[in-house]
């Protein structure tokens, strides 16, 4: 699988942004999609995922009421909503694909990832 992450970009605290990852290569359905995102100095961190058929998602208690992810298995598309953004949420954001994960939380349960796109958030 290819992943493709792009919609990054600089934002003032309080704004919103919407991130969006395309696959291509294997069956996208097939796949649990997460996002996750690292900051200079920090360690790579899990943000939200979703299951193949988008109805269970999981986030990550400091995201939890201001991000939304969802995923468009027609357009091969996973999608982050970002709102009420803050400086603490500024960093390089990474799309990953998984199949049978031992934890979803941990980005070495993954089989790919993508470029990243980077997120910048202003005070």
């Known amino acids: 699988v290819q992943l493709q992450a792009s919609g990054g970009g600089l934002v003032q605290a309080g704004g919103s942004l919407r991130l969006s990852c395309v696959a291509s290569?294997?069956?996208?359905?097939?796949?649990?999609m997460g996002w996750f995102r690292q900051a200079p100095g920090k360690e790579r961190e899990f943000v939200a995922g979703?299951?193949?058929?988008?109805?269970?998602?999981y986030y990550a208690d400091s995201v939890k009421g201001r991000f939304t992810i969802s995923r468009d298995n027609a357009k091969n598309t996973v999608y982050l909503q970002m709102n009420s953004l803050k400086p603490e949420d500024t960093a390089v954001y990474y799309c990953?694909?998984?199949?049978?994960?031992?934890?979803?939380?941990?980005?070495?349960?993954?089989?790919?990832w993508g470029q990243g796109t980077l997120v910048t958030v202003s005070s």
């Open positions: 979703i299951m193949w058929s988008g109805v269970s998602t």
């Open positions: 290569g294997r069956t996208f359905s097939d796949y649990f």
């Open positions: 990953q694909a998984g199949r049978g994960l031992r934890a979803y939380y941990l980005p070495s349960s993954y089989d790919y």
